[in-house]
């Protein structure tokens, strides 16, 4: 069988939403060895718990941690170097999201966004690359978004914040690829955990006339943190059926 990311130690933040959960499940059927991150318990979740009896702690290491916590996430990283020695591939999907229009936004709801989604890849990469370069390289991952790249009324921290993310990597790229480390970008679109909706729903501003689903965003994010990938850094890689917002 082939497995691609056989013994890679990666982490996954957000890993009880939706794509994080699906990246999960997908990088430990591809031979990863996984640290699963969310600010809440694991008991939250059957699927973390299955998955958990399933593989066994010395492939699936839980990790409850705020990723915008800057101590929290550094007491995440000390565990993942006790518990696996190594890291080789971060995937970051954790923010926060407030719609609002923008003078509507108190100084409160403008610095939690940019806390919990701009303020948590800074975090996590920070950590991941000085890991990485203990471990002799590794590739990063960060989830953006259409909305970082495409303005809509009523994102404008989040979008704001998905753009940052957006320059935050590519300089990651620039700056760490003498260390083997490599730094990319998903900006997923409209992502639901079924897709095709249902007769009657299709969505008529994306060409696909579907939503996407978590693990077609999980299969690119595998492709990416693979030795397949190892010439592609710096790069965005959009996966939105073609949706005009």
Same mark, same amino acid.
């Given at each position: 069988m082939?497995?691609p990311?056989?013994?890679?130690?990666?982490?996954?933040?957000?890993?009880?939403g939706?794509?994080?959960l699906?990246?999960?499940?997908?990088?430990?059927?591809?031979?990863?060895?996984?640290?699963?991150?969310?600010?809440?318990?694991?008991?939250?979740?059957?699927?973390?718990?299955?998955?958990?009896?399933?593989?066994?702690?010395?492939?699936?290491?839980?990790?409850?941690?705020?990723?915008?916590?800057?101590?929290q996430?550094?007491?995440?990283?000390?565990q993942?170097?006790?518990?696996?020695?190594?890291?080789?591939?971060?995937?970051?999907?954790?923010?926060t999201?407030?719609?609002?229009?923008?003078?509507?936004?108190?100084?409160?709801d403008?610095?939690?966004?940019?806390?919990?989604?701009?303020?948590?890849?800074?975090?996590?990469?920070?950590?991941?690359?000085l890991?990485?370069?203990?471990?002799?390289?590794?590739?990063?991952?960060n989830? @953006?978004?259409?909305?970082?790249?495409?303005?809509?009324?009523?994102?404008?921290a989040?979008? /704001? @914040?998905?753009?940052?993310?957006?320059?935050?990597t590519?300089?990651?790229?620039?700056?760490?690829?003498?260390h083997?480390?490599?730094?990319?970008?998903?900006?997923?679109?409209?992502?639901?955990?079924? /897709?095709p909706?249902?007769?009657?729903t299709?969505?008529?501003?994306?060409?696909?006339?579907?939503?996407?689903?978590?693990?077609?965003? /999980?299969?690119?994010?595998?492709f990416?943190?693979s030795d397949? /990938?190892?010439?592609?850094?710096? @790069?965005?890689?959009?996966?939105?059926?073609?949706?005009?917002?």
């Amino acid at each position: 069988m082939d497995l691609p990311l056989r013994d890679k130690v990666i982490i996954v933040t957000g890993a009880l939403g939706k794509i994080g959960l699906a990246s999960v499940r997908i990088f430990l059927a591809k031979g990863g060895k996984v640290i699963a991150n969310d600010w809440v318990a694991a008991e939250e979740s059957p699927d973390i718990i299955a998955m958990l009896k399933q593989y066994g702690t010395d492939r699936l290491l839980f990790v409850q941690a705020d990723a915008s916590n800057g101590d929290q996430v550094a007491d995440m990283f000390q565990q993942i170097l006790e518990h696996f020695g190594r890291l080789d591939g971060s995937f970051h999907n954790s923010y926060t999201q407030n719609r609002k229009q923008v003078a509507e936004y108190t100084l409160e709801d403008w610095n939690q966004v940019i806390q919990g989604t701009l303020t948590s890849t800074f975090l996590i990469c920070k950590h991941a690359i000085l890991l990485m370069k203990q471990s002799g390289g590794g590739s990063i991952i960060n989830t @953006s978004s259409v909305l970082g790249v495409k303005p809509r009324a009523g994102e404008g921290a989040y979008g /704001s @914040s998905k753009a940052g993310i957006n320059f935050l990597t590519q300089v990651i790229a620039a700056e760490n690829a003498e260390h083997g480390i490599r730094a990319n970008v998903i900006i997923p679109g409209d992502i639901k955990k079924l /897709s095709p909706e249902k007769p009657g729903t299709m969505r008529k501003d994306i060409w696909l006339r579907r939503s996407g689903t978590p693990d077609e965003v /999980s299969e690119l994010a595998s492709f990416l943190l693979s030795d397949v /990938s190892s010439y592609i850094t710096g @790069s965005l890689y959009t996966i939105d059926g073609g949706i005009q917002i």
